[in-house]
């Protein structure tokens, strides 16, 4: 049986410049960023902010994850640099597939939103992102409000406490995937479900 982890779709274009809610000092860059540099031969440069990450439990099944603030935190910490791709990779196929990049993450960061079904804050994490100028169908999708949910791929740490799995730290992100509404979280793998495990 397979753990899957689904968000709402959250993709909405955003102005090219990192504007000032994009520094500071829980914004996190990555390294050397300039945006005019990475858009300066698209004529028509394309950016996107999604939510990847949130605190709380997601909805997936057999046995929903519950992740908690520090994993949300590590979450935001990785991401810059994270290339994105469409749908989910058999990970029979990691190392040996080229998968052809969609968009790149440039920043991230956590803020806090309200949980709609709660009502609570929540902590989530947040990233802005380039995508491609060769990958014109996603963009059309995203402006035509039908691209999404994204999905984190990577590892992380379980812990397991009666029926209920809690996620306190992300190890390592691999890639942030664009994947069909109905599809995202993928199925979470790995050799101890209770200490370490691939998290999509």
Same mark, same amino acid.
């Given at each position: 049986?397979?753990? /899957?982890?689904?968000?709402?779709?959250?993709?909405? /274009?955003?102005?090219?410049?990192?504007?000032?809610?994009?520094?500071?000092?829980?914004?996190?860059?990555?390294?050397?960023?300039?945006?005019? /540099?990475?858009?300066?031969?698209?004529?028509?440069?394309?950016?996107?902010?999604?939510?990847?990450?949130? /605190?709380?439990?997601?909805?997936?099944?057999? $046995?929903?994850?519950?992740?908690?603030?520090s994993a949300v935190d590590d979450c935001?910490?990785?991401?810059?640099?994270?290339?994105?791709?469409?749908?989910?990779?058999?990970?029979?196929?990691?190392?040996?597939e080229y998968r052809i990049p969609q968009a790149k993450i440039i920043a991230s960061k956590t803020e806090m939103q309200t949980d709609p079904a709660s009502g609570r804050k929540i902590k989530a994490a947040r990233a802005k992102a380039y995508v491609s100028r060769a990958s014109q169908d996603l963009r059309t999708h995203i402006?035509?409000?039908?691209?999404?949910?994204v999905s984190i791929d990577g590892r992380a740490v379980?812990? $397991?406490?009666?029926?209920?799995v809690d996620v306190p730290k992300m190890l390592h992100l691999r890639a942030i995937d664009f994947c069909?509404?109905?599809?995202?979280?993928?199925?979470?793998?790995?050799?101890d479900r209770d200490r370490v495990r691939d998290e999509r």
């Open positions: 049986m397979s753990d /899957e982890i689904r968000w709402e779709a959250e993709i909405t /274009e955003t102005a090219c410049a990192l504007g000032d809610e994009w520094t500071g000092g829980d914004v996190h860059l990555l390294p050397g960023v300039d945006v005019s /540099e990475i858009a300066k031969d698209d004529p028509d440069p394309f950016f996107v902010e999604m939510t990847i990450m949130r /605190e709380g439990k997601g909805t997936g099944k057999p $046995t929903p994850k519950n992740y908690l603030a935001a910490r990785l991401a810059p640099g994270l290339q994105a791709y469409l749908g989910h990779q058999d990970p029979k196929l990691r190392g040996r402006r035509e409000g039908m691209a999404g949910p379980l812990k $397991t406490r009666g029926d209920q069909n509404p109905g599809t995202e979280g993928g199925q979470g793998r790995g050799r």
